[in-house]
């Protein structure tokens, strides 16, 4: 009995911690929120690159539009609003991977281990925060651009979509920076992991349309995942709003975020077993 009493005692604890899951994660995700509000630097860059970035290549790109198989739009910005969108969140998301290096330096990781919160809590906190600047961050590109004559023809519809799209780009790269982050336990080593992700969306359709280019480069943009799902969004702004093109916005990041939660879960595990 004095041994079945202490393990009836783990099980109820472990029944309790997955009970308040959906608040122990509320309440990290609105940690995490406040935050990145309280520190401008952390989303500022994510706002203001891809802005700079797509007003370049509005200029560079204004003769683009009259290339035979370019596609029918209003403005360049107009083509460029899905990759604007997918750019931005991508810089944002880093911060969610960064700030679980940070609180496993400082020690706050340990503490929470420590504490009666439920260890996906944890996880699910920090990426909640980021899938809302990532919503947010959406509706803030779409209303600029249209400020510039870049309006979305798929409508609210559309605008929803692309909150969509953005929250589920937000949980495929902060699972990735989130592994880093646990394994390492260095924010710099996040920081270096990112260029890696981004670079892909270089080598995607995002900025051209794959139909222009050539060679190898066209295979990879091609075969890109970032490719499908950009190009599916950028048809619900540029011809109006379809299921099948909402779905694939949406379904590819988050069939991949799944994939990349699954790991940082895995570097979790392992470190807890490490920490034993």
Do not use: Y
């Not at 370019?70 to 083509?79: E, G, K, R, T």
């Not at 359709?205 to 794959?210: L, V």
Request: hydrophobic share 60%; charged share 15%.
């Amino acid at each position: 009995m004095a041994v079945a009493a202490p393990a009836a005692g783990q099980a109820r604890a472990g029944r309790e911690r997955q009970i308040h899951l959906p608040a122990q994660a509320l309440a990290l995700a609105g940690r995490s929120v406040r935050s990145t509000a309280r520190q401008p630097e952390m989303w500022l860059p994510s706002m203001i690159f891809p802005l700079l970035i797509a007003a370049v290549n509005n200029s560079a790109m204004a003769k683009a539009v009259l290339l035979p198989g370019f596609p029918p739009v209003d403005s360049v910005l107009q083509f460029l609003l899905p990759a604007t969108v997918v750019q931005g969140v991508m810089f944002g998301a880093v911060s969610g991977g960064s700030d679980l290096a940070l609180d496993i330096e400082n020690g706050f990781f340990e503490r929470l281990i420590a504490s009666p919160v439920a260890r996906p809590a944890i996880l699910v906190g920090r990426l909640a925060g980021g899938a809302v600047l990532g919503a947010c961050q959406a509706v803030i590109f779409v209303v600029i651009f249209r400020v510039f004559g870049a309006h979305v023809v798929g409508g609210p519809p559309a605008v929803l979509v692309l909150m969509a799209m953005a929250v589920m780009v937000t949980l495929m790269v902060g699972g990735i920076t989130a592994a880093v982050g646990i394994r390492t336990g260095s924010q710099e080593s996040v920081d270096a992991a990112f260029p890696l992700i981004f670079i892909l969306l270089f080598m995607s359709s995002a900025f051209f349309p794959a139909e222009l280019m050539d060679g190898w480069f066209r295979w990879m943009a091609e075969h890109n995942p970032l490719s499908w799902m950009i190009d599916a969004a950028r048809r619900l702004v540029l011809f109006g709003f379809d299921w099948s093109d909402a779905a694939v916005a949406v379904v590819v990041p988050g069939l991949i975020s799944v994939l990349t939660i699954a790991l940082a879960v895995r570097q979790m595990r392992k470190r807890l077993e490490r920490a034993r």
